[in-house]
Nanobody, 119 residues
Framework: QVPLVESGGGLVQAGGSLRLSCAAS????????MGWFRQAPGKEREFVAQ????????YYSASVKGRFTISRDNAKNTVDLQMNSLKPEDTAVYYC????????????WGQGTQVTVSS
C-alpha cells in the first residue's frame, strides 16, 4: 500500500478555517476513493467526506456539509479538505484514507493530524 501522509492540522478559533492535505508517495491506479475521517477524544472514528478518485464525485457527512470541501489533484496524488466555519465540536484527529478498487471498506490509512478548534 502507498503510504498516506496528512498535514495542515493545528489550532484555530471557532469560525476560522483550516486546510488539510493528504499526500500519497506515488501514484496508484488501484484507488477507488479517498476519504477523510475524524476521531474525537472518547468517541469512535467517524466519516467526514469522500471523493471518487476517477470521477471526482463527493459525499459529506451531515455535520460538515456546506462547511467542508474535499478535492483531489490526481497529478500530484493529493487530497485536500478545506474546512470553513469551524466549530469546537470539529476538534479531533483527522485521518486520510484510501479505498482500493473492489474493497468494501477503506483499507489504507494515514497517521492522522490534530485539529483543535477553540471557542
Amino acid at each position: 500500500q502507498v503510504p498516506l501522509v496528512e498535514s495542515g492540522g493545528g489550532l484555530v478559533q471557532a469560525g476560522g478555517s483550516l486546510r488539510l492535505s493528504c499526500a500519497a508517495s506515488r501514484r496508484t491506479f488501484s484507488t477507488a476513493a479517498m476519504g477523510w475521517f475524524r476521531q474525537a477524544p472518547g468517541k469512535e472514528r467517524e466519516f467526514v467526506a469522500q471523493i471518487g478518485w476517477s470521477v471526482g464525485s463527493t459525499y459529506y457527512s451531515a455535520s460538515v456539509k456546506g462547511r467542508f470541501t474535499i478535492s483531489r489533484d490526481n497529478a500530484k496524488n493529493t487530497v485536500d479538505l478545506q474546512m470553513n466555519s469551524l466549530k469546537p465540536e470539529d476538534t479531533a484527529v483527522y485521518y486520510c484514507a484510501a479505498r482500493t478498487i473492489g474493497a468494501a471498506e477503506y483499507d489504507n490509512w494515514g497517521q492522522g493530524t490534530q485539529v483543535t478548534v477553540s471557542s
